[in-house]
């Protein structure tokens, strides 16, 4: 049975999403909450698998929250559901570790199984939101690798794991692959070889 709580200032919202989940028998809605602090404090009591949460809502805004929830519980995967398919928002909440992100005119069915992969660990990006972080990745302004990404990239070429790389740089496994799904993005790249082979020749990696 997975866990969740549910995170949005609209209760009839809540209430849908709830509903959608509390007939299903795979999960558990543990909680939910209507802001950021009450998102946290119920986060911090139930440990839940998955965080389901919308990015606009009072106080902490959805990036900082997201990166708030990893803080508090690095294995948290977090799922945002929202009606703001605006890049930036995109971008941050990915950038921040967000595990997916869908809009709101997601089908019930869908969504059940969007969560169900985000448990497991895997990316569910909504076609709109893939299409947005493809024109980031050719874009010559976000072309630059971050300095986690980097570090993340280097640790790749050394032949280091996902889990190795988790454990070094005391993120979540999810956090690397977000890195790399980042990475293959912004080289160009297919796979790790590629992506490494490409940083070599762009000088981005020394020998």
Same mark, same amino acid.
């Given at each position: 049975?997975?866990?969740? $709580?549910? =995170?949005? %200032?609209? +209760? $009839?919202? #809540? %209430?849908?999403?709830?509903? $959608?989940? *509390?007939? %299903? /028998?795979?999960? *558990? =809605? =543990?909680?939910?909450?209507? *802001?950021?602090?009450?998102?946290?404090?119920?986060?911090? #009591?139930?440990? +839940?698998?998955?965080?389901?949460?919308?990015?606009?809502? +009072?106080?902490?805004?959805?990036?900082?929250?997201?990166?708030?929830?990893?803080?508090?519980? /690095?294995?948290? #995967?977090?799922l945002v559901l929202t009606t703001f398919d605006d890049d930036t928002e995109i971008h941050a909440a990915i950038d921040e570790g967000a595990t997916g992100y869908l809009l709101k005119d997601t089908p019930r069915t869908e969504l059940r199984r969007a969560v169900e992969a985000t448990a497991r660990g895997e990316h569910v990006l909504s076609p709109t939101v893939a299409h947005a972080l493809t024109r980031r990745s050719t874009t010559p302004e976000h072309q630059k690798l971050s300095p986690r990404e980097l570090e993340v990239l280097s640790l790749v070429a050394r032949g280091t794991t996902n889990r190795e790389i988790a454990a070094r740089l005391f993120i979540t496994e999810a956090t690397v692959k977000t890195h790399l799904l980042h990475l293959y993005a912004k080289l160009e790249a297919k796979d790790r070889a590629a992506a490494v082979a490409i940083a070599y020749q762009r000088g981005l990696l020394s020998h």
């Open positions: 049975m997975i866990s969740l $709580i549910i =995170v949005d %200032d609209h +209760p $009839i919202v #809540r %209430d849908g999403l709830r509903g $959608i989940f *509390d007939s %299903d /028998p795979a999960f *558990d =809605v =543990v909680g939910e909450a209507g *802001d950021g602090a009450e998102a946290l404090t119920i986060a911090g #009591r139930h440990r +839940p698998d998955v965080v389901l949460l919308d990015l606009r809502m +009072p106080g902490l805004s959805g990036a900082q929250l997201i990166r708030a929830l990893r803080a508090q519980q /690095p294995t948290v #995967r977090i």
